[in-house]
């Protein structure tokens, strides 16, 4: 899986994510991963059923799907405004820095459904939704296994417990 969002695990924007606190104790960049793990085994189970999910696209969306949280103004907000704005944020920035294609940009824009009432427009989309509020779940409940072991220090490196 590393080798599939390489390009977003070693940029700023993410290095960023790993001092950026989202579910309790667990950073933007961990739960990303997080959510990319998740998303990634739902693909696959799904191309061994006869699906046709592009694997790249799952992982890439799913590191990306809270990326509109590294920007400060939407990170300060307040909790129902964040919501809200993340997931059009980080679509923007991921097709402006990232250069997403539309399957990725529509998983990241359109993965707070049903809170954000337009749904995803792509199978990605749903998986990266679902794996979204799996992961949260997990993380809420403090039950990811890999999370205490990618607490211990920032940077590049830091998801070798996870992928
Ligand atoms: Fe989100
Ligand atoms: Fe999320």
Request: a positive charge; charged letters at 25%; hydrophobic letters at 40%.
């Amino acid at each position: 899986m590393q080798e599939l969002g390489a390009d977003v695990l070693a940029s700023q924007r993410f290095q960023d994510a790993w001092k950026i606190p989202h579910h309790g104790n667990v950073s933007v960049a961990i739960h990303s991963l997080h959510v990319a793990k998740e998303s990634l085994r739902l693909a696959r189970w799904l191309n061994r059923h006869g699906g046709h999910v592009n694997e790249k696209d799952a992982v890439c969306s799913s590191l990306l799907h809270d990326i509109g949280m590294t920007e400060r103004v939407i990170h300060k907000s307040k909790p129902w405004v964040k919501a809200y704005t993340h997931p059009t944020r980080g679509s923007t920035l991921a097709e402006e820095e990232y250069h997403v294609n539309a399957v990725q940009a529509d998983a990241i824009k359109r993965h707070m459904w049903p809170i954000c009432v337009i749904p995803p427009r792509h199978l990605t989309g749903w998986i990266v939704t679902a794996a979204d509020k799996i992961s949260s779940m997990k993380e809420v409940l403090g039950n990811q296994k890999t999370t205490p072991v990618l607490q211990e220090k920032d940077g590049v490196g830091k998801h070798d417990g996870i992928l």
